[in-house]
């Protein structure tokens, strides 16, 4: 009896062991709110897919349904027995939803403002949705449709010409809604014609005019936008969309960031002070005495010849794992090592892109045979091996390539992408290889130093643009006088934040992520409760976030359903 006893214990020991194990793979993979985001995803790629024309009245109501629906959903899930880390999905998941429901408003309220310019939506929408089951269209009828809808696009762009400069946001969302039409009736003609005898007789000649027709429009309607500052060239060839104070805290809000515009650039300046002086000691040690500028010359300089570009990158990575390795900084699983790849950057990238990129592929900016000798020695320049010390770990591993790599096996269901997290993380390496001493000589601190400094005016600059205080050329001569960019890559540097597709707050996000993440190694590291190698392996198998929520979970915050961004983490 008694061995049978001990027997029956160690089995519920063993089965208890292995459901908690297993319990812990799992939530490596899940939560309690994982389910809801899954569905929610693709019921969202579904409609997005089904209601596919931008800007349509049809399609963003059933997209405010859908995330209505999904709010009332999820406020069913009991928040107070969520553990730790479902409580960070429920909350960000929240935030998300109702993040949804305030475009979608907007788009609502600025396609009111705008609808007068188009009277004949209604008729044109038709015109696609009598091809989503595959109706027969009555060919002549539609054709002469087709016709009308043509005369009444040139009828309200005669119109437009009388009227005055509308709101920028007006102008783009007025463009968007002409483009969407576009998108409609192609999608009816690509359907029909070549299978449809009628069709194929009768519809081509009028499509092709509305077609020509509508994008007229959309760019007539895209040149009528003013903004509160001059949207003409300053002389900078840069006309982006500077959002505002009031926007920007509103997103600075939704990224859990509890500081003001204001308050942001004095955590820049202050920063670029620190870099100031670490400049100035670097530059009395190459023996330039005060005039850090003429000892980074000699850095710039040092560049590499044609050809020795990608072989100086290796040896860089090298190095920088190497020493990652040997201070026991993070896990790097052996596939990520073996996996990321390397290629060169094509010549109109690097117009936007002046500088490697990385991730799983290490993109290198190298001047080509077809790029005029004063962009050919910029780039040089500007891509040196002093310079590329500082961020080769940024781009790759323990940087953007372990993020990627970690991502996709990690806590693959959260979306809750942010630059603060991405672009923070990967300056917090950075700043972390200064402090534990990577740079070797004053010319690599010199290097390291460019771009702490870089990143600080990418604050200063990018707020003071969308606070329409400055004007992309100002960012410009901004960066040339204050950091020492190249005059090429700076301007390659500001039309990729004002016009290559990232949010307002991207820029900010490096030097401010990094900080984040910088305050929360104090708190765990500094204090001696976690080490450097347990510290970073929690924070990559938390996937992207705002770095507040990755804070709560490594402290194990009780958190509040209504939870409001609170974290002060650098004193001003």
Request: charged share 25%; with cysteine.
């Amino acid at each position: 009896m008694r061995k049978s006893l001990c027997c029956i214990c160690l089995l519920l020991l063993q089965f208890t062991t292995y459901a908690q194990s297993q319990d812990t793979d799992l939530y490596n993979q899940s939560s309690e709110v994982n389910n809801i985001m899954v569905q929610y995803y693709a019921d969202r790629g579904a409609l997005n897919r089904f209601y596919f024309v931008r800007n349509s009245p049809e399609r963003r109501e059933r997209m405010t349904v859908l995330q209505e629906e999904y709010v009332k959903r999820l406020s069913k899930l009991d928040f107070s027995k969520l553990p730790n880390g479902s409580a960070v999905d429920y909350i960000l998941f929240r935030r998300d939803l109702k993040d949804e429901l305030f475009q979608l408003e907007q788009e609502r309220k600025e396609y009111k403002d705008v609808q007068q310019w188009f009277p004949f939506a209604d008729r044109l929408y038709a015109v696609e949705r009598m091809r989503r089951r595959g109706t027969a269209p009555d060919a002549e009828k539609l054709a002469g449709e087709l016709n009308t809808l043509a005369k009444d696009v040139i009828a309200a762009k005669a119109l437009l010409r009388k009227d005055s400069a509308m709101p920028l946001a007006l102008s783009r969302r007025a463009s968007g809604v002409a483009r969407g039409m576009q998108q409609a009736i192609k999608s009816t003609f690509d359907f029909y014609n070549g299978y449809d005898p009628l069709f194929t007789w009768w519809i081509p000649a009028p499509y092709k005019r509305l077609d020509s027709l509508l994008n007229d429009y959309a760019n007539a309607l895209s040149s009528k936008g003013k903004s509160a500052v001059s949207q003409k060239d300053d002389g900078s060839g840069i006309i982006g969309n500077p959002i505002g104070r009031e926007e920007l805290i509103r997103q600075l809000q939704e990224e859990m960031i509890p500081y003001t515009p204001e308050d942001l650039i004095t955590i820049a300046n202050k920063e670029f002070a620190w870099c100031d002086a670490e400049m100035l000691k670097a530059s009395r040690e190459m023996g330039f005495g005060d005039n850090w500028k003429a000892a980074m010359e000699k850095v710039k300089n040092a560049y590499v010849p044609p050809s020795k570009q990608p072989e100086a990158m290796m040896k860089l990575y090298e190095e920088s794992v190497a020493f990652i390795k040997k201070n026991n900084l993070i896990t790097i699983p052996p596939l990520a090592e073996e996996t990321w790849r390397m290629s060169m950057m094509a010549p109109e990238r690097q117009l936007v892109s002046p500088f490697f990129l990385g991730g799983e592929e290490f993109i290198i900016s190298y001047p080509t045979n077809t790029m005029q000798h004063d962009d050919k020695m910029m780039s040089m320049r500007g891509n040196n091996p002093h310079f590329s010390r500082a961020t080769v770990h940024h781009e790759l591993l323990a940087g953007h390539a372990m993020q990627q790599f970690m991502s996709d096996r990690y806590r693959s269901y959260r979306h809750f992408d942010t630059p603060f997290w991405t672009e923070g993380w990967a300056l917090y390496w950075e700043r972390l290889l200064w402090d534990l001493k990577f740079p070797v000589t004053p010319e690599d601190r010199m290097g390291m130093l460019f771009w702490r400094m870089h990143r600080c005016a990418r604050i200063i600059f990018s707020l003071s643009y969308h606070t329409n205080k400055w004007t992309p050329q100002q960012c410009i001569d901004f960066l040339v006088d204050r950091v020492n960019h190249e005059r090429a890559n700076a301007e390659g540097e500001v039309r990729r934040s004002f016009t290559g597709g990232y949010g307002p707050l991207y820029q900010i996000a490096y030097m401010i992520g990094g900080l984040q993440f910088e305050a929360l190694k104090k708190e765990l590291v500094d204090s001696g409760k976690m080490t450097y190698q347990q510290f970073h392996d929690a924070i990559i198998r938390e996937n992207s976030m705002p770095v507040e929520m990755v804070r709560a979970i490594l402290l194990k915050q009780t958190l509040k359903k209504d939870f409001t961004t609170n974290w002060k983490f650098y004193k001003l």
